[in-house]
Every structure is written in C-alpha cells, then in structure tokens.
C-alpha cells in the first residue's frame, strides 16, 4: 500500500509562489513514477508535471511551463512542485500520484491540497 499526504497550498495573490509538497510513505520504492495533477472548478483534471525518483521531471502544459518546476527528493520520499508567477488561472485542487512499474495508470493519490490565487 502506498499512501499520498499533499501539503503547502492556501490563498496567494497573483505573482506570489507556493511550494507543493507530497510525502510518499509505504510500499513505495525507486521504480515509482510520481505526478502532480489539478482539477479547477468545473473542469477535467489535468496532469501538470510528473517525475521518477531516479530521473528528471516533465512539466506538461504549455501554460505553467517556466512558472512551475517538479522536483524530488528519495531520501525523504517527497515530491514537490515550485509554483512561481501564479495566475488566478492557477486556481485548483492540486493533487499528488504515484504509478508502480509497469502500471498503466496513476493508481494511487493523495487526498489534495487547494491553491486559491486571488487577482
């Protein structure tokens, strides 16, 4: 079993950063694939970026590329995603994923971390 604990979100301005964090805990080991997906009000979830524990991250969407960095740390089987320039297109719940090898898909998440930018 592997469990997901999002934390680090709340109310900015546009232009403030926040810094996303998700501690991994349980069965969770090297070979995992993590991501940071979003869901705004109203619309389909969508994947912002994801990493490996062993190698680099991808940020996907045109519209945080530059703003938003994923990053991880094995040691302290966290994941964090660095939200600079944000807009109050931002505004969403902000969840973490894990993926076993060989899993197709993302299937195991945290419970979410709000991030509200006020304009």
């Known amino acids: 079993q592997v469990q997901l604990q999002e934390s680090g979100g709340g109310l900015v301005q546009a232009g403030d950063s926040l810094r996303l964090s998700c501690a991994a805990s349980g069965r969770i080991d090297a070979n995992y694939a993590m991501a940071w997906f979003r869901q705004a009000p109203g619309k389909e979830r969508e994947a912002v970026g994801g990493?490996?524990?062993?190698?680099?991250?991808?940020i996907y969407p045109d519209s945080v590329k530059g703003r938003f960095t994923i990053s991880r740390d094995y040691a302290k089987k966290t994941v964090y995603l660095q939200m600079n320039s944000l807009k109050p297109e931002d505004t969403a719940v902000y969840f973490c994923a894990a993926r076993g090898f060989g899993d197709a898909t993302y299937n195991h998440w945290g419970q979410g971390t709000q991030v509200v930018v006020s304009s």
């Open positions: 990493i490996t524990w062993s190698g680099g991250g991808t």
